[in-house]
Antibody, heavy 114, light 112 residues
């Protein structure tokens, strides 16, 4: 069955960067888009962008240009998202989701605090 | 960006009753391939969203037939028949027709 296993919670300092991962199993990793979604505490959901692991193509929500960088490692079936120049506004839970947003990871809580 | 406007529920909803959640798009979600890329999700407390309906009206695998989706190009409805305790949480619609993809703000279902 399809599973997306995300990395653990992160506590990071303002101005720094963080890289979170999403390890996929149960399907052909290179054949489906991997999406990333942001959810701030008590708030709704925002689409950050997608990566197609087959060729590394990416598409970003303009709002996250320069903030998020999506990559994928075919050898380990793992997708990554790096967030840079972190501020308190980046404190949120980040999800990965595959294909037509059918399956979601469990989410990673990123807390930005000094 | 496409704005997805979700309606509220007259909470709390009595167990066993039906509930309908609306979602209105600021633009038609009918894609050139003839599909309408409108999904519905349930996010239970502390969990990630679970897909209920895709392509506006197709029930996802393993989802109870108490859930049904309907709509037109801009107006959509998720109907929950015979509401049960396991249905409580926040329901979201998602449009994946136009970039950037956008979600509704969510509709909370509370049980009586």
């Amino acid at each position: 069955q399809v599973q997306l296993q995300q990395s653990g919670a992160e506590l990071v300092k303002p101005g720094s960067s963080v890289k979170i991962s999403c390890k996929a199993s149960g399907y052909t990793f290179t054949s489906y888009d991997m999406h990333w979604i942001k959810q701030q505490p008590g708030n709704g959901l925002e689409w950050i962008g997608w990566i197609y692991p087959g060729n590394g193509n990416t598409k970003y929500n303009q709002k996250f240009n320069g903030k998020a960088t999506l990559t994928a490692d075919k050898s380990s079936s793992t997708a990554y998202m790096q967030l840079s120049s972190l501020t308190s506004e980046d404190s949120a839970v980040y999800f990965c989701a595959v294909g037509g947003f059918d399956y979601w990871g469990q989410g990673v809580m990123v807390t930005v605090s000094s | 960006d496409i704005v997805m406007t979700q309606g509220a529920l007259p909470n709390p909803v009595p167990s066993g009753e039906s509930a309908s959640i609306t979602c209105q798009s600021s633009k038609s979600l009918l894609y050139s391939d003839g599909k309408t890329y409108l999904n519905w999700y349930l996010q239970r407390p502390g969990q990630s969203p679970q897909l209920l309906i895709y392509w506006m009206s197709t029930r996802a695998s393993g989802v109870s037939d108490r859930f049904s989706g309907s709509g037109s190009e801009k107006d959509f409805t998720l109907k929950i028949s015979r509401v049960e305790a396991e249905d409580l949480g926040v329901y979201y619609c998602l449009q994946a027709t136009h970039l950037p993809y956008t979600f509704g703000a969510g509709t909370k279902l509370e049980l009586k």
